[in-house]
């Protein structure tokens, strides 16, 4: 739903008892309708949403080289997540959100924002699970995590990305979803078959070649989306926030 609408429509809900002073009438005048008798003979319409930019290269890899060029010229990141987990065996999906900083060469964090999620930490080649709520740490290689290992390849790939993925522009579908004017949408399919997932989506700004959201889909049909906002790059992070050491309490255990 349009959010100001949404927003007016609560408002009409709420009504003025608690102290907002919008009542049914007031948000029909704010939304500039007017009662039956006045309203006009033709209203027009408004052109729908572009759901692609206006232009793109005819060959989806030249987005490919754009994203590259952008991550390779970052030394570090920082920004703010949503994570949408579908699960198809229960049909239903889980959000969650949270931090994300990252620094060459392979540094990791993905701090989530409540408790109950487990945290992530990378040093470009183990990974550390933190389990708040059983109060464990899994440790294992960055290769044992389908997620993380997909963020990973585009993140700090270098040519990796063009050597190991087959890319092109994304079908009608994903493109109705995840597509807007100011972003393509690439599907990215591994060369090589790779035992934790199919493949990835990526949303790519059209003129920086930076990556907004992406969706890994996993060999056992879930997927998992992922909406960066704020990012920054080149902040000077510093090495201590990726010195991870396990938190007093906790039992660390190897897989």
Do not use: C
Not at 1 to 29: R, Y
Not at 163 to 171: L, W
Request: hydrophobic share 35%; proline share 5%; charged share 25%.
């Amino acid at each position: 739903m349009n959010a100001p609408i949404a927003f007016l429509l609560s408002l009409t809900l709420l009504g003025p008892g608690l102290g907002f002073g919008f009542g049914p009438g007031s948000v029909a005048e704010l939304l500039g309708v007017q009662g039956p008798e006045s309203a006009p003979a033709e209203t027009k319409k408004k052109a729908p949403k572009a759901k692609e930019p206006a232009w793109r290269p005819d060959n989806a890899s030249e987005v490919l080289v754009l994203v590259q060029s952008f991550y390779d010229s970052a030394d570090d990141l920082e920004a703010k997540f949503k994570q949408v987990y579908w699960n198809p065996t229960y049909g239903e999906s889980r959000k969650t959100g949270g931090k994300l900083k990252l620094k060459k060469p392979g540094n990791m964090v993905w701090d989530y924002n409540d408790g109950q999620d487990a945290d992530y930490y990378s040093n470009g080649t183990n990974l550390w699970m933190v389990e708040h709520d059983t109060r464990q740490v899994i440790k294992t290689d960055i290769e044992g995590n389908s997620e993380v290992n997909a963020a990973l390849k585009f993140l700090f790939g270098g040519q990796k990305l063009l050597k190991e993925f087959q890319v092109r522009y994304a079908k009608a579908d994903k493109v109705e979803r995840y597509g807007d004017a100011d972003h393509y949408v690439l599907q990215l399919r591994p060369k090589k078959d790779n035992k934790h997932y199919k493949g990835l989506l990526l949303i790519v700004h059209a003129s920086t070649g930076r990556v907004d959201k992406f969706v890994v889909y996993n060999t056992d049909g879930s997927s998992n989306f992922f909406q960066l906002r704020g990012i920054k790059t080149n902040v000077g992070l510093n090495d201590k926030l990726f010195d991870f050491k396990v938190p007093r309490g906790y039992v660390e255990t190897e897989e």
